[in-house]
């Protein structure tokens, strides 16, 4: 840092010739012009003292200290913005403990810190069906509302059954900043759904009157057989499923026929069409199973002489594409 100083500089009255320490020190004055006289201190006879401004480059130990020393650390607690997406949190179901039916409403609220704007907040609530099984809502979206954001899903007979729960969010902000956050059940407000009225009695559906239409005849490729059952529970089907085997199939493989409810007629129907990939052989129907409101299970092992096909592989309509024979 540079200060402005003054200083006192003797020179006796004879030296005509004096250097003006203002400018540089190789400038002379012109000596017919007289320097402006100063205030006469207390100085010695026959001295003129003269009162010199000049510039003082030196540095004070104080400023020397103040250029070198390093830059303060600032001790305030900052958030880095870069790299971070919405954060949600207080995840709420305002039904949680209740038990559902189709055409009720769900309703979801939680807590959003940002550092920008927010543009997307969206939850997605699962139901555990067991055996690996789940089922998952679509999408629900919350918007700002009353300082928390709020959203709300109607149930149907689509939905799945059983108990509900929020297993994941999704967040992102004006800087395409986002995240996907995940939960357990633990973790979560729940609520049990079921389609129909009824007390989880802990046991399966009543699967009765099973029919394979075309049973013990003899199928080509490309026709279909039909199966189909009656079911029912107090608190409603959640699934139906029938198992068509080969027999002596030595992969053990089998084939999941869904069976879906007919209003109609009031049963619940499948079907499967043959052919020309499938080997010739017989084929039945091994077992039905279902899933009730509560997702108990109940398996019917069906006997295979009732619910049997042979299927020959080809089929009648098929062009017979062998050249013919020329006797000559």
Not at 147 to 164: F, H, N, P, Q
Not at 167 to 174: G, L, V
Not at 210 to 216: D, S
Not at 271 to 296: C, K, L, Q
Request: hydrophobic fraction near 30%; charge should be negative; charged fraction near 35%.
């Amino acid at each position: 840092m540079q200060k402005k100083v003054k200083r006192l500089i003797r020179r006796h009255p004879g030296d005509t010739a004096w250097m003006n320490e203002t400018e540089s020190e190789s400038a002379v004055v012109n000596p017919e012009e007289e320097p402006e006289a100063a205030e006469e201190p207390d100085a010695d006879e026959g001295d003129w003292i003269f009162e010199v401004e000049e510039e003082d480059t030196a540095e004070t130990e104080a400023d020397s200290e103040e250029l070198n020393a390093e830059p303060e650390e600032d001790t305030e607690e900052t958030e880095d913005l870069l790299g971070k997406a919405p954060v949600i949190s207080d995840i709420r179901i305002k039904e949680a403990g209740k038990t559902l039916q189709a055409g009720d409403v769900i309703h979801i609220s939680a807590s959003v810190k940002a550092d920008r704007k927010v543009v997307s907040v969206c939850v997605h609530m699962r139901t555990d069906k067991g055996d690996g099984e789940a089922w998952e809502t679509e999408g629900i979206e919350l918007t700002y509302k009353n300082g928390r954001y709020e959203g709300s899903y109607k149930l149907s007979t689509k939905d799945a059954i059983g108990t509900y729960y929020v297993a994941r969010a999704f967040t992102s902000d004006s800087d395409l900043e986002q995240i996907n956050t995940y939960y357990d059940q633990e973790d979560s407000d729940t609520v049990k759904v079921a389609i129909k009225n009824g007390a989880d009695d802990g046991k399966g559906p009543s699967i009765t009157d099973i029919k394979l239409t075309e049973a013990g005849k003899t199928l080509r490729s490309g026709d279909t057989i039909h199966v189909s059952a009656k079911v029912s529970d107090s608190s409603g089907i959640s699934s139906v499923f029938a198992s068509l085997s080969m027999l002596n199939d030595t992969s053990n493989k089998s084939r999941l026929m869904d069976l879906k409810l007919n209003k109609t007629s009031g049963r619940y129907e499948g079907s499967f069409r043959f052919s020309g990939n499938d080997v010739s052989g017989e084929y039945f129907i091994s077992y039905v199973t279902a899933r009730d409101g509560y997702m108990n299970l109940r398996k019917k092992t069906l006997k295979r002489s009732l619910y049997s096909v042979t299927f020959s592989g080809k089929s009648e309509t098929a062009v017979d594409q062998t050249r013919p024979i020329v006797k000559m």
